[in-house]
């Protein structure tokens, strides 16, 4: 069973960067998204960026030209650079990986911007 796990969580002053990555253990065919969503506390899950095949990419709008989400398809890897954090980036970030069959979530890695 394929398992993105995530890294790179943290706690982080507002104003802060973080740098979280994602890598799918084992072999994954036709992989059509990668993405990163987020939980804050008391909130639905929501997207954050996504990255296609072809590397067009797509962001929330309360996230554009502060992240940056980019993949390595070989390697079934993708980070999402995270600059001028603020106190509402705070949540529980999640790999998301949608391929032919299906798609995959990671367990999630803890995000914390303190003001």
């Known amino acids: 069973q394929v398992q993105p796990v995530e890294s790179g969580g943290g706690l982080v002053q507002a104003g802060g960067s973080l740098r979280l990555s994602c890598v799918a253990s084992?072999?994954?065919?036709?992989?059509?998204?990668m993405g990163w969503y987020r939980q804050a506390p008391g909130k639905q899950r929501e997207l954050v960026a996504s990255?296609?095949?072809?590397?067009?990419?797509n962001y929330a709008d309360s996230v554009k030209s502060r992240f940056t989400i980019s993949r390595d398809n070989a390697k079934l890897t993708v980070h999402l650079q995270m600059n001028s954090l603020k106190p509402e980036d705070t949540g529980v970030y999640y790999c998301?990986?949608?391929?032919?069959?299906?798609?995959?979530w990671g367990q999630g890695t803890p995000v914390t911007v303190s003001s």
């Open positions: 998301n990986i949608k391929y032919l069959l299906g798609e995959l």
């Open positions: 084992g072999s994954i065919f036709s992989i059509n998204v």
């Open positions: 990255i296609m095949r072809d590397d067009s990419t």
